[in-house]
């Protein structure tokens, strides 16, 4: 098998990987380098990330069981440094050597960081990845006033996300007008008129010369002498091909890495996709293009005929509520062009179109962009307009109408570049009924996601009368599937399905195997269905859940024992110690969830380790009870009311193994000085004057909420009550994988309380949760008695994820 290595895990390398796999899946030995610790991302999502509407999980494309499944080594959070071409081998920041016979580079590129003083101080970032996300959410806790430099398209989705943080936001723009490259004049003011009027404030025609503070940022200096205060600035004035290492290793590069119609590179094997390229003078910015260039690469280099990447024109939308525009290709005149316009200032209607020739050569739309795709469906065919109709009448636009006549050709997701007759022609011949199914099948609306209403029109007029409304929307569990999460449990439950081959088989899973998504969400629903009945399906599993520890990104994996309420003993100390130094353990380090992890650990050696160990697995790696962090309480502690420990103990040693739809993490504080952080826990609980109060769907993560608070008991025993019920309903009613600060803002807090006040549901839910309860065993202890065990999954031939 040949050796094929990638140097960059993110959106137009891994499209590329899909696409090889899709043609010969079995031609390479895939290895992949990525800088970040994630697999990979959808990064066009980053703006609805700090917009609040998704979360970091939802937005992974890739995840690490699909890089498993396809026998991809994946190498996160190392950076290639060098390239050999000589002797066709890369080298890492960690020292890893690799060898190739083909190198993808697909580097991406960077934010721009203008080269002025205080541009490094704390409180300053680009806008380019999950980090700098995380980063303006944390600033956005502490600090109140935010500005962006730079009014394109990063610069107001990231401004958007930032009102939406609840910042005082300014945007500072160079020239007279936002988006000055993709809007005229008039579309501009349009587009300032609705972004002022949601909160944002436009500093125009000012260039930044200094960044004020001491270590962190206090304001900006312009050029004219003016200042203004930011307690965060985030630069967003353009992005700059990430080059180096091909540059550096003698690969021709210009602006980006200069690249052939064929996506080859000045040397020989080396080949460059998406944002580090740079194709006939041009660096593209957008997934679009990328993935063109993807396709012609993954021909290329599986040795099939391809046709040559020739370029693309690009069309822009905007990711910001309330904010509708499109533009591409010219948008100014030249003295040759012609316009044709409508402008509604009355409703904010703009749109013009740019003629040359009879031909479409540039479209700029705001307020009303029903039109966009057709126009930019004539715009790149250079279809000849005279006497078309350009803009429709009211009575044209009719619901419908559009995707009717709309030809065969015409691209309805500009991101994926699908068309309507490929849309089409999937619905009739694979049978699909779903948007989900769609997506899965063609890739339309798998980037942006702006194309879903059009899709799920065509939908509607390829199926017909046997077009279902509701069921086309609906969420089905994966593209193996149309069934939904409501479906599927009802669906097990009334034929009495007992297995995930049984599932798959009896409801007609379209994909035999099924997929990463489906396998472990069906082996959760029937452990929860059939609590102490069912035989878990541990190859059904996410990767991590089955070897029981977490990988690393070198590949190793860490041993977190159990640390019931973060107590242990100067004995349990010893032995961690003594196991760490006879395994030459690389890091032992304290978690934050107040336990000793070991990391670095070899694959081979975790049986061993565990036995040594002689403590249960904290689970550290599982869909279950991570920890009960807990404060040092009444004990110990003078401003203790109640004793935290013990209840954390409580707690930790009950609900211990147990499979929920997603980690769900305790606190447990003696009062409300919180120490133990109890408001931003799964559920959290707070000693008063006589009793606990308990919070629930608190999240510390990247989605930062604080828990609300659910009822306050009096005793140790409503305590374990109210979670035992809280935590059953949660598992009976959540979508797997939803963590409980999601699920309760889906069903309602008033919901959650209603259900719980009453006394015989209470009961029962704790019923069922006992009875799941007694099947659990220790999975460590199982490992270490069971030979069969060791050689599966512990020996080196097993899972290859970063190993
Ligand atoms: C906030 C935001 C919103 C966006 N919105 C849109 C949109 O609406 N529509 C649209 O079409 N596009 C949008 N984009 C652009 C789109 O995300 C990019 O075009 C796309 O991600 C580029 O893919 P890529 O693979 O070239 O680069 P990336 O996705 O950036 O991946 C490159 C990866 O390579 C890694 N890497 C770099 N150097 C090394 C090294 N030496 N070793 C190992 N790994 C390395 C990087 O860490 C990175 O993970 C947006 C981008 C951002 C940041
Ligand atoms: S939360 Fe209260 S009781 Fe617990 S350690 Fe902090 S101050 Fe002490």
């Known amino acids: 098998m040949k050796k094929l290595v990638m140097i960059g895990n993110g959106m137009a390398g891994v499209r590329t990987i899909e696409e090889i796999l899709r043609l010969a899946p079995e031609q390479f030995e895939i290895t992949i380098f990525g800088q970040e610790p994630h697999p990979n991302y959808n990064r066009i999502k980053l703006s609805n990330i700090l917009q609040g509407d998704t979360s970091f999980d939802e937005i992974i494309i890739n995840p690490l069981d699909w890089y498993n499944e396809n026998n991809i080594q994946l190498y996160t959070g190392e950076a290639i440094v060098k390239i050999d071409v000589e002797g066709k081998r890369v080298i890492s920041d960690k020292g890893r050597e690799v060898d190739f016979d083909e190198l993808i580079i697909a580097t991406g590129s960077n934010s721009f960081i203008l080269p002025i003083p205080g541009a490094d101080k704390i409180g300053v970032t680009g806008f380019r990845d999950i980090h700098d996300c995380e980063m303006m959410i944390k600033s956005a806790e502490q600090y109140k006033k935010a500005v962006v430099i730079g009014g394109g398209l990063l610069g107001l ?202 031909q479409i050569v540039g479209i700029v739309m705001y307020g009303d962009t029903k039109e966009s795709t057709k126009l930019f469906r004539m715009l790149t065919k250079k279809e000849d307009i005279t006497g078309i109709s350009i803009f429709q009448t009211e009575c044209s636009a009719e619901a419908g109408g559009d995707v009717a006549s709309m030809p065969n050709d015409e691209l309805v997701c500009g991101c994926n570049g699908v068309t309507k007759g490929a849309i089409v022609e999937a619905i009739k011949t694979q049978g699909l009924t779903t948007l989900d199914q769609v997506s899965h099948c063609t890739n339309a609306g798998r980037s942006c996601g702006r194309c879903k209403p059009m899709v799920s029109q065509i939908l509607a007029h390829t199926l017909g009368d046997q077009f279902d409304a509701a069921a086309a929307q609906k969420t089905s569990i994966c593209g193996c599937t149309t069934i939904s999460r409501e479906e599927l449990v009802e669906e097990i439950k009334a034929k009495g399905l007992t297995s995930v081959k049984e599932v798959m088989n009896v409801l007609e899973w379209n994909n035999e195997e099924g997929c990463t998504k489906c396998r472990p969400a069906i082996n959760y629903y029937l452990g929860m269905i059939y609590m102490d009945e069912y035989k878990d399906d541990r190859d059904s599993r996410l990767v991590n859940e089955k070897m029981h520890a977490n990988i690393q990104k070198d590949g190793t994996y860490s041993v977190v024992p159990r640390m019931y309420g973060g107590v242990t003993t100067a004995a349990g100390l010893k032995k961690i110690a003594e196991v760490a130094e006879k395994y030459n353990v690389p890091l032992v380090k304290l978690t934050g969830g107040q336990r000793i992890g070991l990391f670095g650990v070899k694959k081979e ?39 935290s420990m013990a209840l954390g103990i409580e707690l930790e040693k009950k609900f211990e193994r147990l499979d929920t739809p997603h980690k769900v993490k305790m606190g447990v504080s003696a009062c409300p000085r919180n120490c133990s952080e109890a408001g931003i826990k799964d559920i959290g609980f707070v000693g008063i004057d006589g009793g606990w109060e308990i919070y629930v769907a608190g999240n510390g993560g990247v989605d930062l909420r604080p828990g609300d608070l659910l009822c306050t008991v009096k005793t140790t025993e409503e305590v374990m009550e109210v979670t035992g019920a809280y935590l059953q309903y949660y598992r009976e009613t959540a979508n797997y994988l939803e963590r409980t600060s999601k699920w309760v803002e889906r069903v309602g807090l008033n919901h959650v309380k209603e259900v719980l006040a009453n006394e015989e549901t209470r009961k029962a839910l704790n019923e069922r949760m006992d009875k799941t309860l007694k099947k659990y065993s220790e999975p460590w202890n199982e490992a270490i008695q069971s030979e069969e065990i060791k050689d599966k999954y512990y020996t080196k031939h097993t899972v290859k994820v970063g190993e």
């Open 157 to 358: 989705e990231a401004a958007r996300g930032l009102l939406n943080l609840g910042m005082k936001v300014d945007v500072v723009h160079l020239m007279p007008n936002l988006m000055e490259r993709q809007l005229d004049s008039i579309a501009s003011s349009l587009l300032k008129a609705e972004l002022e009027s949601q909160g944002m404030n436009f500093l125009m025609e000012k260039e930044t010369v200094e960044i004020l503070g001491d270590e962190r940022v206090t304001g900006l200096r312009f050029k004219d002498g003016s200042e203004v205060e930011a307690d965060l600035v985030v630069m967003a004035i353009g992005i700059k091909s990430n080059n180096e290492v091909a540059k550096s290793n003698g690969i021709y590069v210009n602006r980006g890495i200069v690249v052939n119609d064929f996506m080859e590179t000045s040397v020989p094997s080396v080949y460059a996709v998406g944002e580090c390229a740079e194709h006939r003078e041009i660096v593209y910015g957008l997934v679009a293009p990328l993935y063109e260039q993807g396709k012609v690469l993954a021909n290329r280099i599986c040795g099939l005929t391809a046709e040559p990447y020739t370029g693309s024109v690009t069309g822009t939308q905007l990711k910001v509520a309330g904010v509708d525009l499109f533009s591409a290709g010219e948008i100014f005149d030249d003295g040759q062009t012609k316009s044709i316009m409508v402008y509604n200032e009355f409703e904010g209607i703009y749109k013009r179109v740019l003629t040359r020739n009879n």
């Open 605 to 643: 050696d975790l049986p061993g380790m565990w036995e040594e160990l002689d403590m249960p697995s904290g689970y550290a790696y599982g869909k279950t009870l991570r920890t009960v962090k807990t404060c040092v309480g009444a004990q110990f502690c003078r401003y203790g009311t109640q004793d």
